[in-house]
């Protein structure tokens, strides 16, 4: 599976970037499919997925100003972010949340304060 992720960049506090995703795999993996992210010197942790019955769950230092969604015609999987916090500085990836295929390269979003 290729994972291609796309839309970080430079943004200031308080600003707003929208990540995308397209994944090589069947359209049906979008629905098990995930953002994590990688702080530097941080563990890669899942800040938001899609869960069972088409709900959504975010991370607690998410919730409220991400939103995933996706385009399953296009395989592909969106992270609207929000009022983005220094905090959220790192490497977003997406990957089945389930069982993560290979990693791909990621995007950077970087916020500063």
């Known amino acids: 599976v290729q994972l291609q992720a796309s839309g970080g960049g430079l943004v200031q506090a308080g600003g707003s970037l929208r990540l995308s995703c397209k994944s090589s795999a069947i359209m049906s993996s979008i629905w098990t499919m995930g953002w994590y992210r990688q702080a530097p010197g941080d563990q890669r942790e899942l800040v938001a997925r899609?869960?069972?019955?088409?709900?959504?769950v975010y991370a607690d230092s998410v919730k409220g100003r991400f939103t995933i969604s996706r385009d399953n015609a296009k395989r592909t999987i969106y992270l609207q972010m929000n009022s983005l916090k220094s905090e959220d500085t790192g490497v977003y990836y997406c990957?089945?949340?389930?069982?993560?295929?290979?990693w791909g390269q990621g995007t950077q979003v970087t916020v500063s304060s």
């Open positions: 899609f869960g069972g019955g088409g709900t959504t």
């Open positions: 990957n089945n949340a389930i069982t993560n295929w290979r």
